[in-house]
């Protein structure tokens, strides 16, 4: 089936360790985009990609890494550097050629707890 | 700071009554978009319109752009215990950057 998938659904890291979260999708997209939700709060851009080898920072990149090597991954490194991580976060993933049509496509999100 | 802002930021309506929420942006967009999201889950596109669209109708869903207002609305029809979630605008700028709003949640009463 087609779609986006997140993996892990839930990670708990210590403090000072980076991790990575992982998104794949097999949509053919362009565009992918990193999101961190916290509790009742809106989504806040975190990075997004519109070709491969290529991303922009978004409002919140601090603390965060990107690569997009393929167009089908987009993994996201939260390090250590990142203040506070724990949050949900959520990959998304749209076509780009053309914009009037650029409706997005979610994974389910990864929860992350820094314990 | 985000592009979007949601009013209100909850709403407790009853079964069969229509829901209004209205979202406010900053910037020239390309298209404005609604989605819902279930507690915990991603989110589900609803509805897209273009910056040269007024008005768009999806079933029980009715959008409206004001572009000189930088301002859209979202209107549920006869809603739905189904229809408790949170919803959200999220822009679109010619930059294919996506920036969403803090969201309105929504509950339906039986």
């Known amino acids: 089936d087609g779609g986006i998938t997140q993996s892990p659904k839930y990670l708990f890291r210590k403090e000072g360790q980076n991790v990575t979260l992982s998104c794949e999708q097999n949509l053919n997209h362009d565009a992918m985009y990193w999101y961190r939700q916290d509790p009742g709060q809106g989504l806040r851009l975190i990075y997004y990609?519109?070709?491969?080898?290529?991303?922009q920072k978004g409002d919140i990149a601090e603390g965060y890494s990107v690569s997009r090597e393929k167009k089908e991954s987009f993994p996201l490194t939260v390090t250590s550097a990142q203040k506070n991580p724990t949050a949900f976060y959520l990959c998304a993933s749209s076509l780009r050629g053309n914009i009037g049509n650029t409706e997005a496509f979610f994974g389910q999100g990864t929860r992350l707890t820094v314990v | 700071s985000q592009q979007g802002e949601e009013d209100p930021q909850a709403l407790s309506i009853q079964e069969g009554e229509n829901a209004t929420m209205n979202c406010s942006y900053k910037?020239?967009?390309?298209?404005l978009q609604w989605y819902r999201q279930n507690s915990g889950r991603g989110l589900v596109h609803l509805i897209l319109?273009?910056?040269?669209?007024r008005e768009k109708h999806s079933g029980r869903l009715r959008v409206t752009l004001d572009t000189s207002k930088k301002s859209s609305s979202l209107l549920i029809t006869a809603s739905r215990a189904a229809d408790t979630a949170s919803y959200f605008c999220a822009t679109v700028t010619n930059d294919y950057k996506l920036s969403f709003g803090a969201g309105t949640t929504v509950t339906v009463r039986a």
């Open positions: 319109i273009r910056s040269n669209e």
């Open positions: 990609s519109q070709i491969v080898n290529d991303f």
């Open positions: 910037t020239s967009i390309n298209n």
